[in-house]
């Protein structure tokens, strides 16, 4: 007798768990298809897996700097499907109990605006890739997201058919307002970035030189030098109004907090 394998209907819950799993690594593992050796090989084409740096859109849309030297980008460019898995669970006890991600999709070369956007994301996420982003083999990629596969512990898995689950409205919204928020921030109240630095970061004696990067419906992004810190909002913007408020009671609560 088959057992009927019971199907969880996907909340607003799941999709803010998987948007804070995609945004709060900082790398994860890219599965690709590697092609057959040769032509006269019977298995054909094999699953290929290797470990990536990534960040995200607004959206929470992955994305990567990828080299062309390297065999998933290789893979990529014949065929570019993919699947690329997120997870906080290597670490416990018992990493079934731990919460991951299965993003599914195709992956593209990210040009024009989006190529400007997506490169600003990822060197926020990563400072440290400055360095060699420029290099003639690199170039950023983006993920088009058709499925999700979210695990948050033993029986709690779910199918998500309709992406990350931010509205492309409230993204553009955000966008349109992020470098000035950026800006403001780092200019005008560099103590309250700071402040965050110390409070949500791990090493509170080191928290000269942040600077606000990037910000999203999600939480923000601090770097200094080739540091990176995310902070998650407690609760998800709904709309760009809602920015300011919310940034100034995090600040609030970081001058609450024990230092």
Same mark, same amino acid.
């Given at each position: 007798?088959?057992?009927?394998?019971?199907?969880? $209907?996907?909340?607003?819950?799941?999709?803010?768990?998987?948007?804070?799993?995609?945004?709060?690594? %900082?790398?994860?593992?890219?599965?690709?298809?590697?092609?057959?050796?040769?032509?006269?090989?019977?298995? &054909?084409p094999t699953p290929y897996v290797s470990l990536v740096t990534h960040a995200t859109l607004p959206d929470a849309s992955p994305v990567f700097l990828l080299?062309?030297?390297?065999?998933?980008?290789?893979?990529?460019?014949?065929?570019?499907?993919?699947?690329?898995?997120?997870?906080?669970?290597?670490?416990?006890?018992?990493?079934?109990? &731990?919460?991951?991600?299965?993003?599914?999709?195709?992956?593209?070369?990210?040009?024009?605006?989006?190529?400007?956007?997506?490169?600003?994301?990822?060197?926020?996420?990563?400072?440290?890739?400055?360095?060699?982003?420029?290099?003639?083999?690199?170039?950023?990629?983006?993920?088009?997201?058709?499925?999700?596969?979210?695990?948050? &512990?033993?029986?709690?898995?779910?199918?998500?058919?309709?992406?990350?689950?931010?509205?492309?409205?409230?993204?553009r919204e955000l966008d349109a307002v992020a470098a000035s928020a950026c800006g403001h921030m780092n200019s005008d109240h560099a103590d309250a970035v700071a402040l965050l630095a110390?409070?949500?970061?791990?090493?509170?004696?080191?928290?000269? &030189?942040?600077?606000?990067?990037?910000?999203?419906?999600?939480?923000?992004?601090?770097?200094?030098?080739?540091?990176?810190?995310?902070?998650?909002?407690?609760?998800?913007? $709904?709309?760009?109004?809602?920015?300011?408020?919310?940034?100034?009671?995090?600040? %609030?609560?970081?001058?609450?907090?024990?230092?």
């Amino acid at each position: 007798m088959t057992r009927e394998i019971p199907q969880i $209907k996907p909340s607003d819950s799941h999709r803010r768990s998987v948007r804070a799993l995609l945004r709060g690594c %900082r790398s994860g593992s890219l599965a690709t298809t590697l092609p057959a050796a040769t032509e006269e090989d019977a298995a &054909g084409p094999t699953p290929y897996v290797s470990l990536v740096t990534h960040a995200t859109l607004p959206d929470a849309s992955p994305v990567f700097l990828l080299s062309e030297l390297a065999d998933h980008t290789q893979n990529l460019l014949r065929d570019p499907r993919a699947a690329f898995l997120v997870e906080q669970a290597s670490g416990l006890p018992n990493p079934q109990t &731990g919460p991951r991600a299965t993003v599914t999709g195709t992956l593209h070369r990210a040009e024009g605006a989006e190529l400007e956007q997506a490169r600003s994301r990822f060197l926020a996420r990563h400072p440290g890739a400055a360095l060699y982003a420029g290099f003639g083999d690199f170039a950023v990629w983006v993920m088009t997201v058709e499925r999700i596969h979210f695990v948050g &512990g033993f029986a709690r898995a779910v199918w998500i058919e309709d992406g990350p689950g931010l509205p492309a409205a409230l993204c553009r919204e955000l966008d349109a307002v992020a470098a000035s928020a950026c800006g403001h921030m780092n200019s005008d109240h560099a103590d309250a970035v700071a402040l965050l630095a110390a409070t949500y970061g791990s090493n509170r004696d080191a928290a000269d &030189g942040w600077t606000m990067t990037a910000v999203d419906a999600d939480g923000l992004d601090l770097a200094n030098g080739e540091t990176s810190l995310r902070i998650p909002f407690p609760n998800p913007l $709904k709309d760009a109004n809602e920015l300011q408020p919310t940034l100034v009671a995090l600040v %609030r609560a970081a001058r609450a907090a024990p230092q």
